[in-house]
């Protein structure tokens, strides 16, 4: 059956409605807050700013499964690593520009994180260290200057270096690591300028 052309294209429009699933909205209901996503992101990063750790931590760790869960049941019910690749993207999208939720979804970061610990582990695992640390680093050094977030700083380096280890460790999945570099940046760039102009408001 997972063989079928026809399966596989279920699996990869079932992959983009799981990740239309916001979980961010879900949280914010359940702790009955209102407005959620109006003003930010419905991502990780939007509920922390919003609610706190109370909504953050739990939107992470969904988000995480969400992207997770496409490449490891498509492993497992023995799909091909074509089909799972296009199904990771596809929730990705899916989370991005979530079709419940007009299209308005998260950053991506934490799905990617799911996406990369089960489909390129060992690269993603050293470019999530690398970009943690130099996220801290620019934070207390170029950042005290600079109005770009250290989040965003840290990911664009992650992003870059990504497909470099990607292509010295798994060179058939590069594609995979430069797609979810850009479909990030793409979803970051109203991240960017809300902090942006979050800066010009203060500093008025």
């Not at 699996?11 to 916001?22: D, E, K, N």
């Not at 209901?29 to 750790?53: H, S």
């Not at 049941?73 to 690593?81: R, S, T, V």
Request: include cysteine.
């Amino acid at each position: 059956m997972v063989e079928s052309i026809y399966f596989k294209i279920f699996y990869i429009i079932a992959s983009y409605l799981l990740g239309s699933v916001v979980f961010g909205y879900i949280i914010a209901m359940i702790l009955k807050k209102e407005g959620f996503g109006i003003v930010d992101r419905p991502g990780t990063a939007g509920a922390a700013r919003q609610y706190g750790l109370k909504a953050a931590i739990p939107t992470f760790l969904l988000d995480c499964a969400k992207g997770a869960s496409v490449p490891l049941i498509g492993k497992y019910i023995g799909l091909d690593m074509i089909t799972i690749v296009i199904a990771s993207l596809a929730v990705l999208i899916g989370h991005n520009w979530p079709v419940f939720f007009k299209f308005k979804g998260g950053g991506g970061l934490a799905s990617s994180i799911g996406i990369g610990t089960s489909l390129i582990p060992v690269p993603f695992l050293i470019t999530f260290g690398v970009t943690i640390i130099a996220g801290f680093i620019y934070k207390y050094t170029l950042g005290k200057k600079s109005k770009i977030n250290s989040i965003i700083a840290g990911s664009i380096l992650g992003i870059l270096l990504l497909p470099v280890l990607v292509y010295f460790f798994t060179k058939s999945l590069i594609l995979v690591a430069f797609a979810i570099g850009m479909f990030i940046i793409i979803a970051s760039k109203g991240l960017l300028l809300y902090f942006l102009q979050k800066n010009n408001t203060s500093n008025n």
